[in-house]
């Protein structure tokens, strides 16, 4: 299990177009993938689940994956977020 703390800078967070970005590309691997914001932490494969967490710009969140392929998710989902989704 690998776990990274990042930072949202986004203009508008993890809200629906970029959510929608950010589960498409976790459920490229195979292992779990979770995102936790405060005490909370939701299945970042499923998009009610990560727009629940109402991420906004600047929020920092914990990304963490468990399985096979886990290293290789951390690093493309936290490329995704750095990159500020293609914005």
């Known amino acids: ?9 986004n ?6 177009r970029p959510a929608t970005f950010f589960i498409q590309k976790a ?3 195979a292992s779990s993938i979770w995102i936790s914001k405060d005490e909370r932490k939701v299945n970042a ?3 009610l689940g990560v727009l629940s ?3 906004t710009r600047g929020t920092t969140v914990t990304l963490t994956a468990d399985g096979s392929d886990e290293d ?12 500020n989704f293609a914005e």
């Open 1 to 9: 299990m690998v776990s990274k703390e990042i930072v949202v800078s």
């Open 11 to 16: 203009q508008v967070g993890l809200h629906a």
């Open 27 to 29: 459920n490229e691997f």
């Open 45 to 47: 494969k499923s998009l």
């Open 53 to 55: 967490l109402g991420i």
């Open 72 to 83: 290789a998710a951390l690093e493309a989902l936290i490329s995704l977020v750095a990159s």
